[in-house]
């Protein structure tokens, strides 16, 4: 069975940093692209990140861009995702996503990833 599995969430203060987890089970991590989304409340999701995991390549929303880095241990078949200098505008529900082909993950489709995990919360206090 497939499954991808959030944590790492939780309540910390603007400017802290929070690292979250997506371990994988039910199929081979470097086979697949791994998305990285979230859902602030009363929002759209919205893409955040996606990584190559065969060979670590990588590529960001522009909002994210040298706050967030993601990165993955496929050893562990797990995905990271290291989120410093916290915003209040960072809360919400992220979400991994995992795509066998095509380009969703780079474009930031949610609609064309193949597996998601439940999500975890992050929460930004000011």
């Known amino acids: 069975e497939v499954q991808l599995v959030e944590s790492g969430g939780g309540l910390v203060q603007a400017g802290g940093s929070l690292r979250l987890s997506c371990a994988a089970s039910?199929?081979?991590?470097?086979?697949?692209?791994i998305g990285w989304f979230r859902q602030a409340p009363g929002k759209e999701r919205e893409w955040v990140s996606c990584i190559r995991t065969s060979d670590g390549v990588t590529h960001y929303t522009d909002s994210v861009k040298g706050r967030f880095t993601v990165s993955s241990d496929n050893a562990k078949n797990t995905v990271y995702l290291q989120i410093d200098s916290l915003k209040p505008d960072d809360t919400a529900v992220y979400y991994c996503a995992a795509e066998r082909s095509g380009s969703s993950c780079w474009l930031g489709y949610s609609s064309g990833m193949d597996y998601w995990g439940r999500g975890t919360l992050v929460t930004v206090s000011s």
């Open positions: 039910g199929f081979t991590l470097d086979d697949y692209r």
